[in-house]
Protein backbone atom coordinates (compact mmCIF):
# COMPACT_ATOMS: atom_id res chain seq x y z
CA UNK A 1 0.00 0.00 0.00
CA UNK A 2 1.15 3.57 -0.78
CA UNK A 3 2.00 5.77 1.88
CA UNK A 4 -0.08 8.99 0.41
CA UNK A 5 -2.95 7.66 -2.16
CA UNK A 6 -4.92 9.43 -4.54
CA UNK A 7 -7.85 9.09 -7.39
CA UNK A 8 -5.41 10.38 -10.50
CA UNK A 9 -8.41 11.36 -11.85
CA UNK A 10 -8.69 13.11 -14.79
CA UNK A 11 -11.45 15.41 -13.60
CA UNK A 12 -12.61 17.14 -16.08
CA UNK A 13 -15.01 19.98 -15.24
CA UNK A 14 -16.34 23.40 -16.85
CA UNK A 15 -14.97 26.90 -15.57
CA UNK A 16 -16.92 28.23 -12.45
CA UNK A 17 -17.48 24.30 -11.07
CA UNK A 18 -16.40 23.51 -7.71
CA UNK A 19 -14.51 20.16 -7.61
CA UNK A 20 -13.13 18.03 -4.47
CA UNK A 21 -10.11 16.06 -4.49
CA UNK A 22 -9.46 13.60 -1.23
CA UNK A 23 -6.11 12.08 -0.09
CA UNK A 24 -6.06 9.16 2.47
CA UNK A 25 -2.36 8.44 4.25
CA UNK A 26 -1.06 5.53 5.98
CA UNK A 27 1.52 6.77 8.61
CA UNK A 28 -0.53 7.98 11.59
CA UNK A 29 2.25 9.36 12.94
CA UNK A 30 2.39 12.34 10.12
CA UNK A 31 2.63 15.89 11.48
CA UNK A 32 2.48 18.36 8.76
CA UNK A 33 0.23 17.97 5.73
CA UNK A 34 0.46 20.15 2.36
CA UNK A 35 -1.49 20.32 -0.88
CA UNK A 36 1.20 20.94 -4.20
CA UNK A 37 0.27 22.29 -7.80
CA UNK A 38 2.59 20.89 -10.92
CA UNK A 39 1.84 22.40 -14.21
CA UNK A 40 3.09 19.73 -16.66
CA UNK A 41 6.80 19.72 -17.06
CA UNK A 42 7.30 21.55 -14.18
CA UNK A 43 8.18 21.65 -10.64
CA UNK A 44 5.72 21.28 -7.63
CA UNK A 45 4.72 24.29 -6.16
CA UNK A 46 3.12 24.74 -2.87
CA UNK A 47 -0.56 25.77 -2.94
CA UNK A 48 -0.95 25.42 0.98
CA UNK A 49 -0.57 23.81 4.01
CA UNK A 50 -3.21 21.89 5.81
CA UNK A 51 -4.16 22.76 9.33
CA UNK A 52 -6.64 20.22 11.68
CA UNK A 53 -8.76 23.24 11.91
CA UNK A 54 -9.32 23.55 8.08
CA UNK A 55 -7.81 26.70 6.12
CA UNK A 56 -9.00 28.58 3.14
CA UNK A 57 -7.08 30.60 0.86
CA UNK A 58 -9.25 32.21 -1.48
CA UNK A 59 -11.15 30.06 -3.74
CA UNK A 60 -9.03 26.94 -1.77
CA UNK A 61 -10.10 25.29 1.19
CA UNK A 62 -7.87 22.56 2.26
CA UNK A 63 -9.50 20.01 5.57
CA UNK A 64 -7.48 17.22 7.68
CA UNK A 65 -9.21 14.70 9.28
CA UNK A 66 -6.83 12.74 11.58
CA UNK A 67 -8.65 10.30 12.82
CA UNK A 68 -9.70 9.07 9.17
CA UNK A 69 -6.40 10.15 7.96
CA UNK A 70 -7.85 11.83 5.42
CA UNK A 71 -7.09 14.78 3.61
CA UNK A 72 -9.62 17.09 1.31
CA UNK A 73 -8.83 20.03 -1.10
CA UNK A 74 -11.69 22.24 -2.55
CA UNK A 75 -11.47 24.69 -5.33
CA UNK A 76 -14.55 26.67 -5.61
CA UNK A 77 -15.36 28.95 -9.02
CA UNK A 78 -12.87 26.91 -10.98
CA UNK A 79 -10.70 29.06 -13.39
CA UNK A 80 -9.16 27.24 -16.75
CA UNK A 81 -5.54 28.30 -15.12
CA UNK A 82 -6.59 26.26 -12.34
CA UNK A 83 -5.61 23.38 -14.84
CA UNK A 84 -2.71 21.46 -13.64
CA UNK A 85 -2.24 18.25 -11.13
CA UNK A 86 -2.58 18.69 -7.41
CA UNK A 87 -0.43 16.58 -4.75
CA UNK A 88 -1.04 15.69 -1.63
CA UNK A 89 1.93 15.39 0.53
CA UNK A 90 2.29 14.22 4.07
CA UNK A 91 5.44 15.03 6.27
CA UNK A 92 6.27 12.02 8.09
CA UNK A 93 8.98 13.15 10.37
CA UNK A 94 11.12 10.37 11.38
CA UNK A 95 13.13 11.22 13.66
CA UNK A 96 11.96 14.66 13.24
CA UNK A 97 12.94 16.20 10.37
CA UNK A 98 11.11 17.75 7.36
CA UNK A 99 10.86 14.51 5.25
CA UNK A 100 7.67 15.00 2.61
CA UNK A 101 6.33 11.92 1.05
CA UNK A 102 4.28 12.58 -2.15
CA UNK A 103 0.92 10.97 -3.46
CA UNK A 104 0.88 10.40 -6.98
CA UNK A 105 -1.20 13.07 -7.81
CA UNK A 106 -4.61 14.13 -9.10
CA UNK A 107 -5.29 15.97 -12.21
CA UNK A 108 -7.75 18.56 -12.87
CA UNK A 109 -8.55 19.59 -16.53
CA UNK A 110 -10.89 23.12 -16.56
CA UNK A 111 -12.69 23.50 -19.63
CA UNK A 112 -14.16 26.82 -20.72
CA UNK B 1 19.19 34.34 -4.89
CA UNK B 2 15.63 33.97 -5.44
CA UNK B 3 14.97 30.44 -5.44
CA UNK B 4 16.76 26.42 -5.94
CA UNK B 5 18.60 26.67 -9.29
CA UNK B 6 19.00 23.04 -10.64
CA UNK B 7 21.54 22.97 -13.53
CA UNK B 8 21.79 21.35 -16.36
CA UNK B 9 18.13 21.68 -16.94
CA UNK B 10 18.37 18.69 -19.54
CA UNK B 11 20.59 15.70 -19.94
CA UNK B 12 20.77 13.31 -22.46
CA UNK B 13 23.42 10.52 -21.82
CA UNK B 14 24.15 7.36 -23.27
CA UNK B 15 23.87 4.17 -21.05
CA UNK B 16 26.33 3.50 -19.21
CA UNK B 17 27.67 6.79 -18.91
CA UNK B 18 28.40 8.86 -15.43
CA UNK B 19 26.07 11.75 -15.50
CA UNK B 20 26.50 14.69 -12.58
CA UNK B 21 23.47 17.23 -11.61
CA UNK B 22 24.04 20.28 -9.51
CA UNK B 23 21.54 21.84 -7.43
CA UNK B 24 22.37 25.55 -5.42
CA UNK B 25 19.26 25.78 -2.53
CA UNK B 26 18.39 29.25 -1.12
CA UNK B 27 21.08 30.38 0.36
CA UNK B 28 19.49 30.45 4.34
CA UNK B 29 18.54 26.95 4.03
CA UNK B 30 19.54 24.17 5.98
CA UNK B 31 18.14 21.49 4.35
CA UNK B 32 18.22 20.22 1.06
CA UNK B 33 16.30 16.96 -0.42
CA UNK B 34 17.13 15.27 -3.56
CA UNK B 35 13.88 13.27 -5.24
CA UNK B 36 13.16 11.61 -8.23
CA UNK B 37 9.94 12.10 -10.30
CA UNK B 38 8.65 9.91 -13.14
CA UNK B 39 5.77 10.06 -15.56
CA UNK B 40 2.59 9.81 -13.82
CA UNK B 41 4.25 9.37 -10.28
CA UNK B 42 4.93 12.15 -7.62
CA UNK B 43 8.19 12.72 -6.80
CA UNK B 44 9.93 9.95 -4.49
CA UNK B 45 12.08 10.36 -1.88
CA UNK B 46 16.07 9.99 -2.65
CA UNK B 47 18.27 11.39 0.39
CA UNK B 48 18.69 14.28 2.79
CA UNK B 49 21.02 16.53 4.04
CA UNK B 50 20.87 19.15 6.95
CA UNK B 51 23.84 21.41 6.23
CA UNK B 52 26.56 19.45 5.20
CA UNK B 53 25.40 16.32 7.06
CA UNK B 54 23.45 13.21 4.83
CA UNK B 55 21.48 11.98 7.33
CA UNK B 56 19.07 10.14 5.29
CA UNK B 57 18.90 7.45 2.34
CA UNK B 58 16.15 5.62 0.11
CA UNK B 59 16.58 2.31 -0.93
CA UNK B 60 15.83 4.08 -4.27
CA UNK B 61 19.21 5.31 -4.42
CA UNK B 62 21.31 2.28 -5.24
CA UNK B 63 25.10 2.16 -5.14
CA UNK B 64 25.19 3.90 -8.48
CA UNK B 65 23.95 6.98 -7.06
CA UNK B 66 26.07 9.10 -4.91
CA UNK B 67 25.08 12.83 -3.53
CA UNK B 68 27.23 15.16 -1.67
CA UNK B 69 26.88 18.60 0.17
CA UNK B 70 30.44 19.25 0.60
CA UNK B 71 30.41 22.62 2.60
CA UNK B 72 26.56 22.68 3.19
CA UNK B 73 25.43 24.87 0.31
CA UNK B 74 25.46 23.18 -2.69
CA UNK B 75 25.12 19.79 -3.73
CA UNK B 76 25.71 17.31 -6.57
CA UNK B 77 23.74 14.10 -7.42
CA UNK B 78 26.46 11.76 -9.30
CA UNK B 79 24.98 8.53 -11.18
CA UNK B 80 27.43 6.28 -12.42
CA UNK B 81 26.73 3.53 -15.27
CA UNK B 82 23.63 5.11 -16.24
CA UNK B 83 20.62 2.57 -17.33
CA UNK B 84 17.36 3.46 -19.07
CA UNK B 85 16.00 2.79 -15.78
CA UNK B 86 17.51 5.91 -14.04
CA UNK B 87 15.40 8.13 -16.93
CA UNK B 88 13.30 10.99 -14.69
CA UNK B 89 12.94 14.53 -13.48
CA UNK B 90 15.11 14.80 -10.76
CA UNK B 91 14.22 17.15 -8.30
CA UNK B 92 16.07 19.44 -5.65
CA UNK B 93 14.32 21.33 -2.78
CA UNK B 94 15.54 23.43 0.01
CA UNK B 95 13.45 24.30 2.98
CA UNK B 96 14.47 25.71 6.27
CA UNK B 97 13.18 24.12 9.14
CA UNK B 98 11.09 21.01 9.79
CA UNK B 99 7.32 21.23 9.29
CA UNK B 100 7.62 23.93 6.41
CA UNK B 101 6.98 22.85 2.96
CA UNK B 102 9.72 22.89 0.68
CA UNK B 103 11.26 25.06 -2.87
CA UNK B 104 11.65 22.82 -5.63
CA UNK B 105 14.15 24.01 -8.07
CA UNK B 106 12.82 22.86 -12.04
CA UNK B 107 14.68 20.14 -11.99
CA UNK B 108 17.16 18.13 -14.38
CA UNK B 109 15.56 15.97 -16.75
CA UNK B 110 17.64 13.19 -17.61
CA UNK B 111 16.94 10.94 -20.54
CA UNK B 112 19.60 7.67 -21.24
CA UNK B 113 19.15 6.18 -24.33
Known amino acids: RKEVEQDPGPFNVPEGATVAFNCTYSNSASQSFFWYRQDCRKEPKLLMSVYSSGNEDGRFTAQLNRASQYISLLIRDSKLSDSATYLCVVNTAPGGYNKLIFGAGTRLAVHP | DTGVSQNPRHKITKRGQNVTFRCDPISEHNRLYWYRQTLGQGPEFLTY????????KSRLLSDRFSAERPKGSFSTLEIQRTEQGDSAMYLC???????????FGSGTRLTVV
Open chain 2, 49 to 56: FQNEAQLE
Open chain 2, 93 to 103: ASSLERGHGYT
